[in-house]
């Protein structure tokens, strides 16, 4: 463990020293240092916050308080219209089949002007007409989604995440059409996530012939989606001008700003700085959110059982899914159990300088989804805390 983060534990226990764990924290200090590194990398193209990634509404407050952020990226309809009731600008990031959210956003003038829905294909469209029944004198704002997932061999290989159908410039222009055939709708925004740039770390821990395949791919594919989104974009705003080209992530942010036909940037995993990000060469984010588990077991020497530990990643299975366990350090999961919901067993020489009701510090390996798991962050600077802040979870709300 580094002495940055050996820094950061020291003062985690400090300001938690009186908290009885399982428990989560947000280092303030480190989330203003990403959220300035964020910003930094994006060349001055303003970032949209990708509320998946953090799901806490003070959380999202802070962040778009701060310079160069403007926006949401919502992760549901319902969720959407939750946030559209305090934020200006929500974009919902995925397509919706929530017909009684798209009833209420219909009907209601404010969350209208306020909200933006994805769409990806004429169904799609026909499917949001039934539901909402939307008029012309109120339209829905829309999204059109451009699929940038990397093709190879004449597609027999495919590399990045299934999303949109449309995948080219024509498929796109074909569909801005469609929408603005249909008065009922208004195309205002286009995105496109290239999610095996900006999701997949170039310089994996442990596997640097991985790291060189990645770096080759992700060489090719930046090129591929740069002429391919730039030929889109001009297609559609052949049909209609664009208030907003959204694109990349965390992982792509400065290459995906760089590109003339890109208007913003997505992000928000950077902000926590979980596991998943330490593997990539461009950028060092500092890790901001943290959880503490009890130790409840000392089973035999040189292994601890800590309560709970089971909240895994999602994304392909393998050990990368699993939380990191950080402080003491070399602390690591016995192989027949690994994470356990209610119990986990950790093996190592750390093991034995721990006592029953000690504390183990870890990192989840992605962002948000560590809030669905407690009611409440403490939010810390320096060394205390300095508010207690509910996660969506503990508002009562679990979207997903």
Request: with cysteine; hydrophobic share 45%.
């Amino acid at each position: 463990m580094s002495a940055s983060a050996t820094t950061s534990i020291a003062r985690l226990t400090r300001a938690t020293a009186d908290r009885e764990p399982p428990f989560a924290v947000v280092d303030l200090d480190a989330y203003r240092a990403n959220a300035g590194d964020l910003a930094r990398r994006a060349l001055g193209k303003p970032l949209r916050v990708a509320s998946k990634s953090v799901r806490c509404r003070a959380l999202l407050r802070r962040a778009l308080e701060l310079p160069g952020f403007r926006g949401v990226l919502a992760f549901t309809l319902a969720e959407a219209l939750w946030l559209a009731e305090e934020i200006e600008d929500v974009v919902v990031g995925y397509p919706t089949a929530d017909r009684a959210a798209l009833r209420r956003l219909a009907g209601d003038e404010r969350l209208a002007r306020r909200v933006t829905l994805m769409a990806d294909s004429p169904d799609h469209l026909a499917f949001l007409r039934a539901a909402a029944r939307p008029v012309p004198a109120r339209p829905l704002r829309v999204c059109l989604e451009l699929d940038v997932s990397l093709r190879l061999f004449g597609g027999r290989v495919h590399v990045g995440a299934r999303r949109s159908p449309v995948h080219g410039p024509e498929a796109a222009l074909a569909l801005a059409r469609a929408i603005a055939e249909r008065p009922e709708f208004r195309l205002v925004g286009m995105m496109a996530y290239e999610s095996q740039i900006a999701g997949v770390g170039d310089a994996p821990p442990g596997a640097p012939l991985r790291g060189l395949a990645v770096r080759a791919m992700q060489r090719r594919s930046a090129g591929d989606v740069a002429e391919r989104r730039a030929a889109a974009v001009a297609a559609v705003r052949s049909v209609c001008d664009l208030e907003f080209v959204n694109g990349g992530g965390t992982g792509s942010v400065e290459r995906t700003a760089a590109e003339p036909a890109v208007t913003e940037v997505a992000a928000g995993s950077g902000l926590y700085a979980p596991a998943l990000f330490d593997g990539y060469r461009a950028f060092r984010p500092r890790p901001a959110a943290w959880f503490a588990l009890p130790v409840v077991r000392r089973p035999a020497p040189g292994v601890v059982t800590v309560l709970g530990g089971g909240w895994i990643a999602s994304g392909p299975p393998g050990r990368d899914r699993l939380p990191l366990p950080v402080f003491p350090a070399g602390l690591s999961y016995r192989g027949q159990e690994a994470a356990g919901e209610v119990q986990t067993p950790l093996l190592g020489a750390a093991a034995d300088e721990l006592r029953v009701g000690d504390r183990v510090w870890f990192r989840h390996a992605k962002a948000g989804e560590l809030a669905e798991h407690v009611g409440s962050f403490a939010l810390i600077e320096g060394d205390r805390i300095v508010a207690d802040v509910p996660t969506y979870r503990g508002e009562g709300f679990a979207f997903l």
